[in-house]
DNA sequence: TCGAAAAGTGACCAGTCAGTCACATTTATT
DNA sequence: AATAAATGTGACTGACTGGTCACTTTTCGA
């Protein structure tokens, strides 16, 4: 049994908060590397060497608590989106574009925990110390591991080809993390706030994209037409999710 | 008319590249803040302060170099895989697996290219330099302008669905440079000779994957059954890119 | 051969910054 | 109220590194 957290203890917590919350930003801002626990202790109110009470491993400390806040509520929205409950009550389609507009929602509220694992993920993965290395590749594991589950599923009734359930799931976080970083980027060079990012087109586009593929339904034969033939045309729309930029 | 270069020109250029390369091993290594002068001198034999010699923009002007070798190379290839002759001899769908398994078999070669590229990148489109950033933004639409071209020819041939060729070939090129880093990543963690990527079936499933989509042929109606009901089971099998691994 | 130009060198320097810790302040306990 | 424990501070320090430049070496042209 889990004892009541006593007023200190509830303060100690939310100091840790606020001083996770200024390291955040100055990550996002500024990159690990150049971002400065000087910016970010003025940033929390606090002296510089407080930091180190708080978070053990100084800064470096500071990211990787970033890192789990972030995987951490990946995994769960994985879970939360195909529950049993939820895949026996909804199609795959749409338990799909619920997922991929979630997932979308929210990384564009937690923007500065996603710009920072864009950031410096790849970085560390490809990076001499084979710690953090191995960190990313776990915590991607779970995440691929989540999602092949309901992935798989739908393979087992028939919905999905059948393929490696990892590598399917493995493109669907990629697609839409790839979609949601374009969006960032989209919205960074243009400084357009009437014409934000549109979630909702953007995982319509990215379910008809990775359910239905790019291809014509008429073409999808294996004796196919060269583009110099005159083959009829389907005239099927789907709307772009650019449209909203 | 350009003149014939001299014997000293030959020599200089060449030790220009000699101290390129070193550079990019450095950078694909290191990642670019933490490679050192020191280090990228040792490893072209020349003294630190001759680096400057080469390149005036010093340790980001190799940098920069280097993504520049890197772009116009992928705009060479896009051009090459997609002209006007090759298209009109091949269908769209081989002209893509073809372009598919060049793209993979070009980072292939260049490693540490690509690694640059995908350390730094997202770094600098999110930080702070304008610049930087809309140097990136320009040699990706370069990219995605190119590719668009062919994309909206099989669009209007028929072949694709029609969406917006932009979106397409940003995610057309997302999903190449997508399962090139897990490859490489995994080559990274597992250090497995006899296991190595195979070229050739990432842009078999890639190809499959993008052009076809996940969902099962049975499937694409609007009226879904659940995956709770009793549905046909199309055993329709997708050779998955990870088997080589 | 000599002088000028080109090329090369690495010690030096200024600037940077994460981590440390002696000291100070605040809070809790007796 | 006095003492102990908890919390906070920012000057200091050591390590680091890109860029500079006085000096050296090599190459080239007359």
Do not use: W
């Not at 910016?39 to 470096?60: M, V």
């Amino acid at each position: 049994m889990h004892a009541p957290q006593t007023r200190r203890e509830r303060e100690r917590l939310s100091r840790r908060n606020a001083i996770l919350e200024a390291a955040q930003k100055e990550f996002a801002d500024k990159g690990y590397a150049q971002a400065k626990l000087e910016d970010i202790a003025k940033r929390a109110e606090f002296g510089k060497g407080t930091l180190y009470n708080y978070f053990k491993g100084g800064k470096q400390g500071m990211l990787f608590a970033s890192f789990d806040q972030l995987f951490d509520d990946s995994e769960a929205l994985i879970h939360e989106s195909f529950s049993n409950d939820i895949m026996g009550h909804k199609s795959f389609r749409e338990v799909f574009y619920d997922y991929t507009l979630s997932c979308l929602t929210f990384y564009i509220d937690r923007k500065e925990l996603f710009l920072i694992l864009v950031k410096e993920a790849h970085l560390m993965c490809f990076g001499d110390d084979q710690k953090h290395a191995q960190y990313f590749r776990d915590r991607r594991d779970r995440l691929i591991d989540a999602l092949s589950v309901p992935v798989r599923r739908a393979m087992d009734a028939g919905f999905l080809r059948t393929m490696d359930p990892l590598a399917v799931a493995h493109m669907i976080l990629g697609n839409i993390e790839g979609i949601q970083i374009h969006a960032f980027l989209e919205g960074e060079l243009q400084q357009k706030e009437s014409e934000s990012f549109a979630p909702e087109k953007a995982a319509h586009f990215l379910t008809t994209f990775l359910l239905d593929g790019l291809a014509n339904k008429n073409h999808n034969h294996p004796n196919e037409v060269h583009l110099s033939d005159n083959a009829p045309h389907d005239s099927s729309h789907v709307q772009s999710y650019s449209d909203g930029i």
